[in-house]
């Protein structure tokens, strides 16, 4: 069946709509965030302190470490520390499979891995989708969030990256470089 004129027009008119809707949103956007899990929960970390994403390298353990820290690890002839986000947060660490990933950090002028269980996307985030995180002391992880983010799809916790790189003892894990 043809579209009528006015239907064609209409049809035109929510379209242009539509744009001018994309373009706002890009407006507002405040950052971006890369999405991964641990178990079941879906965390994140701002994209600007993101430098890539590789697979689990071969570690080399350093004793006298933190239980979190797994060792070191050479990316592109650069020796970076690597922390096992399960390990930090106070989980029961599970076997390595294809969808374990190292996304590397940027902070302070250094580099440090971090392995997680899987990597999801990259989500732009606007204001309206930023919620403060709860005080709770209760819950292990709550130290290490930085803000929590209210999307259509469920609740994502955004990092401090800060908090997760330096110990409560404000000694770097990252010193020896």
Same mark, same amino acid.
């Given at each position: 069946m043809a579209m009528d004129f006015k239907e064609l027009l209409e049809k035109q008119e929510q379209l242009k709509k539509n744009k001018v809707e994309a373009a706002e949103e890009k407006e507002r956007e405040i950052t971006k965030v890369l999405t991964f899990h641990i178990d079941n929960q879906v965390y994140g970390i701002e994209i600007p302190n993101v430098v890539e994403i590789i697979g689990v390298p071969h570690i080399t353990a350093v004793p006298g470490v933190p239980p979190y820290i797994k060792g070191i690890i050479n990316v592109r002839s650069k020796v970076l520390p690597v922390v096992s986000? %399960?390990? %930090?947060f106070g989980r029961e660490e599970i076997p390595y499979n294809e969808r374990t990933c190292t996304i590397i950090i940027y902070i302070d002028d250094?580099?440090?891995?971090?392995?997680?269980? #899987?990597?999801? #996307?990259?989500? @732009?985030?606007s204001q309206q989708h930023i919620a403060k995180s709860p005080e709770s002391? @209760?819950? !292990? @992880? !709550?130290?290490?969030?930085?803000?929590?983010? #209210?999307?259509?799809?469920?609740?994502?916790l955004v990092l401090d990256i800060n908090k997760l790189v330096y110990d409560n003892d404000q000694h770097s894990f990252v010193s020896a470089e």
């Open positions: 986000i %399960r390990s %930090r250094v580099q440090v891995g971090m392995i997680v269980d #899987e990597v999801l #996307e990259v989500l @732009s985030v002391t @209760s819950v !292990n @992880s !709550n130290k290490f969030i930085k803000y929590l983010l #209210e999307m259509p799809d469920g609740i994502k």
